[in-house]
């Protein structure tokens, strides 16, 4: 009922057209009444001499059934954009909550689960607010404008055609109770399929490389079958309850025939009487039998409306103003004594210092695991930390808005991410009114506006799924250039020349060189040719700083940074005299 409810919430936001929808409803639910009344007249007045109300009275009813269905075309619009607009207005919502998620819920979570949500859900949703509210509407309505009728005709007959009611109803009620389990299981299993499929087309490369497709085939036949198991239990329920519902409605109709056609025998009602009742009992248990059928959509649609609130009760993380324009930030950063843990069984980060001043390169290096991303993470606030302070130019970090704070911070990741969409849109990311001499220019000065402009359609070479048509070098120098368009003051590159030859290298550094240039910048990095030039250099191990300092005073030292250099972790790109020392 919750869940129904805060559906209604959205319908609430559009009463004119609602309005609109019932009153269509309401007046053509009333004309349903004219042609069994049409009927009585002509079987019991017109058969009996009165040939010249016949005419008038097929008019009326013809002219009943016209009014009826344009009542029912004007409804189908209205209800057609009524419904589009709240099921917009459902998924925007959710997709803007969605965004506003901290990155420990993603953590949790499929994309393939998220998108099931976001799509399937909220179209089942949809059914509740087409059927379920809609057509549920006029089926109440239908019922107890025909029930009135039958009322006023008949009532002793129709005290016996509402027997079976009763029973319908308990049978509904049995039916509403136990379903929510199977529906659930269903969605998740849907869920569970989605998420597996957008998996391993993700990751087609590596099945076919592993030589993987038959197991992987084997896996989604798996999951397709639980889904399988989980819609067949749902239809089995509903193979057993429809047809029951139908049979008990079907009796009334009998008990009608019955008891009714005694009465005509006995010269206690007329035949017109009797056929106008069938009539009206006919109407009567139509929209009965189709609250049945609306109550397995209902159950269905409650179900994923239970998945979608799930999202949006979720707290967003804290702190965000959107639209916010990014704070003056000089880039002193300092962190003082600070601690991290992931959970209460993975702690991170233990007691951190560090005091980067405004335009200095701070360097992390350490084996993996070391805490190297996650220090930089509590930077943009991804990941809130624990104790401890982080200042922004004296400032404490949480006193900016999460929009200020991660517009003046720019990142280049070793993965860099590019959308499937071209060039141009990728780089506005980072300025989205830059034109495109802006563009040349950042291309220019991150070193890729040669492959560029090599491209069929320069900027606008659509780039493909992840950015798959350009090479990780290109990747990275478009990231880079990205940057550069932000322009941030504080500056963060997470392995940002890993895994390319020494040339793209070469390229990425001069790129790198550019960005950094008058900007605080924190480099991860395994390459010296990375590290070898920054300010201060910070060792980190098991979420400690051990060493600190530049790199000829930390080799000196002959401590963990000699180590990992003498084991050629920091591998020495272009400097053949360091590997000699």
């Keep these: 009922m919750k869940t129904t409810l805060r559906v209604f919430s959205y319908v609430r936001r559009y009463p004119g057209m609602a309005a609109g929808m019932l009153a269509c409803a309401v007046l053509g639910t009333l004309l349903v009444i004219v042609f069994p009344k049409v009927t009585q007249v002509i079987i019991d007045d017109v058969s009996h001499g009165r040939g010249d109300r016949l005419l008038p009275l097929v008019l009326l009813a013809a002219g009943a059934f016209l009014a009826r269905d344009i009542f029912n075309a004007v409804r189908i619009v209205l209800n057609n954009t009524f419904e589009q607009k709240v099921i917009f207005d459902l998924r925007s919502d959710l997709y803007a909550h969605i965004q506003q998620l901290p990155l420990t819920w993603f953590d949790n979570r499929s994309t393939g689960d998220i998108m099931t949500r976001l799509l399937e859900d909220v179209t089942a949703v949809e059914r509740v607010l087409i059927d379920g509210i809609e057509?549920?509407?006029?089926?109440?309505?239908?019922?107890?404008?025909?029930?009135?009728?039958?009322?006023?005709?008949?009532?002793?007959?129709?005290?016996?055609?509402?027997?079976?009611?009763?029973?319908?109803?308990?049978?509904?009620?049995?039916?509403?109770?136990?379903?929510?389990?199977?529906?659930?299981?269903?969605?998740?299993?849907?869920?569970?399929?989605n998420s597996l499929l957008h998996d391993n087309l993700a990751g087609i490369r590596q099945i076919k490389t592993y030589v993987r497709e038959r197991e992987e085939h084997d896996r989604f036949n798996a999951t397709s079958n639980d889904l399988r198991t989980a819609t067949l239990t749902v239809m089995r329920v509903w193979a057993m309850y429809n047809p029951a519902m139908s049979f008990l409605g079907a009796c009334g109709a009998v008990l009608v025939i019955g008891f009714g056609g005694r009465a005509v025998l006995r010269g206690e009602m007329s035949v017109g009487d009797l056929v106008a009742f069938l009539w009206l009992v006919g109407a009567l248990y139509e929209p009965i039998a189709k609250l049945h059928s609306l109550n397995q959509i209902v159950q269905s649609?409650?179900?994923?409306?239970?998945?979608?609130?799930?999202?949006?009760?979720?707290?967003?993380?804290?702190?965000?103003?959107?639209?916010?324009?990014?704070?003056?930030?000089?880039?002193?950063?300092?962190?003082?004594?600070?601690?991290?843990?992931?959970?209460?069984?993975?702690?991170?980060?233990?007691?951190?210092?560090?005091?980067?001043?405004?335009?200095?390169?701070?360097?992390?290096?350490?084996?993996?695991?070391?805490?190297?991303?996650?220090?930089?993470?509590?930077?943009?606030?991804?990941?809130?930390?624990?104790?401890?302070?982080?200042?922004?130019?004296?400032?404490?970090?949480?006193?900016?808005?999460?929009?200020?704070?991660?517009?003046?911070?720019?990142?280049?990741?070793?993965?860099?991410?590019?959308?499937?969409?071209?060039?141009?849109?990728?780089?506005?990311?980072?300025?989205?009114?830059?034109?495109?001499?802006?563009?040349?220019?950042?291309?220019?000065?991150?070193?890729?506006?040669?492959?560029?402009?090599?491209?069929?359609?320069?900027?606008?070479?659509?780039v493909g799924e992840r950015g798959v048509k350009l090479s990780v070098g290109e990747k990275q120098r478009v990231s880079i250039?990205?940057?550069?368009?932000?322009?941030?003051?504080?500056?963060?590159?997470?392995?940002a020349t890993a895994s390319v030859d020494n040339r793209t290298e070469r390229l990425i550094q001069g790129a790198l060189d550019r960005l950094m240039e008058g900007r605080t910048s924190f480099v991860i990095a395994h390459r010296l040719s990375t590290v070898r030039h920054a300010d201060q250099i910070l060792v980190m191990d098991h979420g400690r700083i051990v060493e600190r300092g530049t790199h000829e005073e930390l080799f000196a030292l002959g401590g963990a940074y000699a180590k990992l250099c003498a084991g050629n972790f920091l591998e020495d790109s272009g400097q053949p005299e360091f590997a000699a020392r």
């Design 135 to 193: 057509q549920g509407v006029i089926a109440v309505l239908q019922i107890a404008v025909v029930a009135a009728m039958l009322f006023l005709y008949l009532p002793w007959l129709t005290w016996l055609a509402l027997i079976p009611v009763p029973l319908l109803a308990a049978g509904a009620m049995a039916y509403t109770l136990t379903a929510p389990r199977r529906y659930r299981l269903q969605r998740k299993a849907s869920s569970a399929m």
């Design 301 to 462: 649609g409650r179900a994923a409306g239970e998945r979608v609130f799930e999202i949006l009760d979720t707290p967003a993380e804290p702190g965000r103003v959107e639209y916010e324009e990014s704070a003056a930030v000089e880039g002193d950063v300092r962190f003082q004594d600070v601690s991290f843990a992931y959970s209460e069984e993975l702690p991170v980060l233990h007691h951190v210092n560090l005091h980067a001043r405004p335009g200095e390169t701070v360097a992390l290096v350490g084996h993996t695991g070391a805490g190297k991303s996650t220090l930089v993470h509590l930077l943009t606030r991804f990941y809130e930390f624990d104790s401890g302070e982080i200042l922004i130019d004296g400032k404490p970090l949480r006193d900016f808005s999460k929009s200020a704070l991660r517009s003046a911070v720019g990142m280049v990741t070793q993965e860099s991410f590019l959308f499937n969409g071209s060039i141009r849109d990728n780089l506005r990311l980072g300025k989205p009114t830059a034109t495109d001499e802006e563009l040349w220019r950042v291309l220019e000065a991150a070193n890729a506006r040669e492959f560029v402009e090599r491209l069929p359609e320069g900027l606008g070479t659509v």
């Design 481 to 495: 250039a990205r940057a550069l368009l932000k322009d941030p003051p504080i500056l963060v590159l997470d392995e």
